[in-house]
C-alpha cells in the first residue's frame, strides 16, 4: 500500500492556539487530499476535499475558517486549527489519493487535546 | 449517493474461531468496497477491496470478503482470528468513476479473547 506520514502524531495545545498537522504522501502525488476527523469509538466524519492547487471543499457544518486547509503541493497538504477549542479535540486523519486512482490510504492519525 | 450499515458494532470471539463481520450497501450506481482496519491510535489499513471481477476477495492478514451484489452485501471473513485481529473494521463503498469520496459504515469492533 501507499506510504502517508503525518506530523505530529499528538499534539496537546491551549485554548485559542492554532494547530498545525502536516500529511505527506511519500511514494505517489496526492491529487486530492481528504481530512477526516474521528470522535472516540465513531466513524470517521469527512471534514473536506482538497484538490492539489484550489480551494478545499468542505462538508456541510464544517466551518472553512476555522479548519484551513493548503494543498500547495501533490506531496504535501496542511490542515490548520484555527483557535482551536476543546470541542475540536480529535483524532484528525488525512487521506490521499492519486487523479482516477480508486482507493484512499490513509495517515497514521494525528491526536489533538486542546485544553 | 451511498450507504454502509455494518449490523454489529461489536463481535466477540473466541481465539482460533471463525468470524464473519456483516456489511451491507445501498447505492444506485456501480460500487467500488472496501474493507479497513483500524488499531487503536492509528490511521485506517486497508484490507481489502473489490472493484470488479471475481466477487471473491482476498486480502491481507487472512481476511477475505464476498461481494453478493443481490443482497448488496460485502461481508468480512477469516476462517481463524488470532489476539491480534482485535481491533475496529471499516466497510467503505464509493461509486466506481474513481473519482468520488468513501462513504463509511460505522465500524465494527471485533474483540478476540483467548
Known amino acids: 500500500g501507499a506510504v502517508v506520514s503525518q506530523h505530529p502524531s499528538r499534539v496537546i495545545c491551549k485554548s485559542g492556539t492554532s494547530v498545525k498537522i502536516e500529511c505527506r504522501s511519500l511514494d505517489f502525488q496526492a491529487t486530492t487530499m481528504f481530512w477526516y476527523r474521528q470522535f472516540p469509538k465513531q466513524s470517521l466524519m469527512l471534514m473536506a476535499t482538497s484538490n492539489e492547487g484550489s480551494k478545499a471543499t468542505y462538508e456541510q457544518g464544517v466551518e472553512k475558517d476555522k479548519f484551513l486547509i493548503n494543498h500547495a503541493s501533490l506531496t504535501l497538504s496542511t490542515l490548520t486549527v484555527t483557535s482551536a477549542h476543546p470541542e475540536d479535540s480529535s483524532f484528525y486523519i488525512c487521506?490521499?489519493?492519486?487523479?482516477?486512482?480508486?482507493?484512499?490510504?490513509f495517515g497514521p492519525g494525528t491526536r489533538l487535546l486542546v485544553l | 449517493a451511498q450507504s454502509v450499515t455494518q449490523l454489529d458494532s461489536q463481535v466477540p470471539v473466541f481465539e482460533e474461531a471463525p468470524v464473519e463481520l456483516r456489511c451491507n450497501y445501498s447505492?444506485?450506481?456501480?460500487?467500488?468496497l472496501f474493507w479497513y482496519v483500524q488499531y487503536p491510535n492509528q490511521g485506517l489499513q486497508l484490507l481489502l477491496k473489490y472493484l470488479s471481477g471475481s466477487t471473491l476477495v482476498k486480502g491481507i492478514n487472512g481476511f477475505e470478503a464476498e461481494f453478493n451484489k443481490s443482497q448488496t452485501s460485502f461481508h468480512l471473513r477469516k476462517p481463524s482470528v488470532h489476539i491480534s485481529d482485535t481491533a475496529e473494521y471499516f466497510c467503505a463503498v464509493s461509486d466506481n468513476s474513481g473519482y468520488s469520496t468513501l462513504t463509511f459504515g460505522k465500524g465494527t469492533m471485533l474483540l478476540v479473547s483467548p
Open positions: 487521506s490521499p489519493r492519486w487523479d482516477g486512482g480508486e482507493t484512499q490510504y
Open positions: 447505492s444506485s450506481v456501480s460500487v467500488y
